[in-house]
């Protein structure tokens, strides 16, 4: 607003003082709009259905316990835990896939976890515990671009409060309705609303084991990514995204999700974490970028208003930290291995009902109940969040990749900047490229300028006069249909 008035200014005064004072960044570059939705993924999106959701989350608690130490034990009641859930959920996906005529290759990634496994904590292995991650892929349609990957994931595992006494006790309920077989949900309701379509490259759809014990599962996932070569791009996790219905919580908000992403890359190594000090990219890694990129598609796909609205409200509220104080979750596994990866949590979490025993007070107390239990899930907020997921599961699978070998010279003391790049892996002939620029105090993209890559399709260069030690650059690949990649920097 304050950019339009003073254009407005500065087409009544000409040159008037306050217009040659508009800096070189202002001149230069429009403002940084949403992309127009895609039909298509609209209709997808259209068809997230909280009841399917609910259904999931109720079917998920009746296994009574999803503990993972309870895959081994051989004294459950038929149908009760972690290793009937992993069937459940393998089966869920099988379903889907029929569905596609068989669209999706659903894998079982199981190992056997003890103490001495990487990724664990002390002491919650006392015993060997069989891990399953349940993985279904939708191959890429087009293939120069089906090797590149992005993902999300839900963990299937429960626990309640006797772990804190004893790892080694599995008994009781664990529902854990919230924390995580919504994210679970999230990850199944994608699945199924992202087959019938198809797109240049993969999506992963999955459900990991073994996260409260230390994100065991999703470690083994993510150095199995890591072994293989997966080109994995993006990963999405979600944790605890059940949007909490406790009575009396009028502090709740449910048109957002919080998204949590690393700054300096824990990947980094020694010299690369020297570089990003040096150079004041803390707040520019990749999975910042792909939490930026997320709240890219939030606007363009769920505005606050607005009569083009496709859907209704929604935004990412982006968490500048790898997750919350004291807490984990699986993206860091991904993390670790050097893969862009951010965390969804619903806005205000309670306490009363994660990992705790199921506790219902006498009538009359004031206490509250305990237990993540399906009634503290708001199943229309999972919905909400499932399609955020998807719409930018689908947007980054059409998207092309990234730009590569993006550099920035820096050996002429000079105020204007010059920019390359290299096109991305399999790109398009009809793609364009964003050249993007933002205030160094600016948490997201501000400006942006259109640049056409050259028609023998090599390296770009461009040159702006910008004073490139007033701003961060950026740049985003974006295909004939407006679908952006996330931006790099340089």
Not at 110 to 136: L, Q
Not at 412 to 423: F, I
């Amino acid at each position: 607003m304050i950019r339009r008035q003073h254009l407005m200014l500065c087409a009544w005064l000409l040159a008037a003082p306050l217009c040659a004072a508009q800096p070189d960044f202002l001149r230069n570059g429009a403002p940084v709009s949403p992309a127009a939705p895609d039909p298509a993924i609209v209709r997808a999106l259209r068809t997230i259905d909280p009841a399917r959701i609910e259904e999931t989350i109720d079917t998920l608690v009746k296994f009574g316990t999803r503990n993972a130490l309870t895959s081994m034990e051989t004294g459950l009641p038929p149908g009760q835990g972690a290793a009937a859930a992993a069937d459940w959920i393998e089966a869920r996906f099988r379903e889907i896939s029929a569905q596609c005529n068989g669209c999706l290759e659903v894998n079982r990634d199981t190992f056997v976890a003890d103490s001495a496994s990487g990724g664990t904590r002390a002491g919650r292995i006392p015993r060997p515990a069989r891990m399953t991650n349940i993985y279904a892929i939708l191959r890429g349609a087009d293939p120069a671009q089906a090797r590149r990957m992005v993902l999300v994931t839900g963990h299937y595992d429960s626990i309640n409060s006797n772990v804190f006494k004893s790892w080694s006790d599995t008994s009781g309920a664990a529902p854990g309705a919230n924390d995580d077989a919504s994210g679970v949900a999230v990850s199944l309701e994608c699945a199924r609303a992202l087959s019938k379509l198809r797109f240049p490259a993969s999506i992963v759809f999955v459900a990991v084991d073994g996260e409260e014990e230390g994100l065991i599962g999703s470690a083994h996932l993510a150095r199995l990514a890591h072994d293989q070569g997966w080109q994995l791009e993006a990963v999405l996790n979600n944790d605890i995204v059940g949007g909490n219905t406790t009575p009396g919580d009028t502090l709740q908000l449910k048109d957002r999700v919080r998204v949590f992403s690393e700054g300096v890359p824990v990947a980094a190594t020694e010299e690369e974490a020297r570089r990003i000090r040096a150079r004041g990219e803390e707040n520019d890694s990749p999975s910042r970028e792909l939490a930026r990129a997320i709240a890219d598609t939030a606007r363009g796909y769920f505005p606050a208003s607005g009569a083009a609205a496709p859907l209704e409200a929604f935004s990412a509220f982006l968490v500048f930290r790898p997750d919350r104080y004291g807490r984990g979750g699986d993206h860091s596994s991904f993390n670790d291995e050097g893969f862009a990866a951010v965390r969804f949590t619903e806005w205000r979490e309670d306490y009363n009902h994660q990992h705790q025993n199921v506790v219902f007070p006498p009538a009359g107390s004031s206490a509250p109940i305990l237990g993540d239990l399906p009634r503290f899930v708001d199943f229309h907020y999972v919905a909400r969040v499932a399609r955020l997921n998807a719409a930018t599961l689908a947007t980054l699978a059409s998207a092309p990749g990234e730009p590569q070998k993006f550099t920035m010279e820096t050996g002429r003391q000079e105020t204007a900047t010059t920019l390359h790049w290299d096109a991305p892996d399999g790109a398009p002939a009809t793609m364009r490229y964003e050249l993007l620029w933002r205030e160094t105090s600016a948490p997201d993209w501000q400006y942006v300028q259109t640049v056409q890559p050259p028609a023998s399709g090599g390296a770009v260069t461009a040159t702006l006069p910008v004073s490139k030690d007033n701003v961060v650059f950026g740049v985003r690949s974006v295909d004939a249909a407006g679908h952006r990649s996330p931006a790099v920097t340089p």
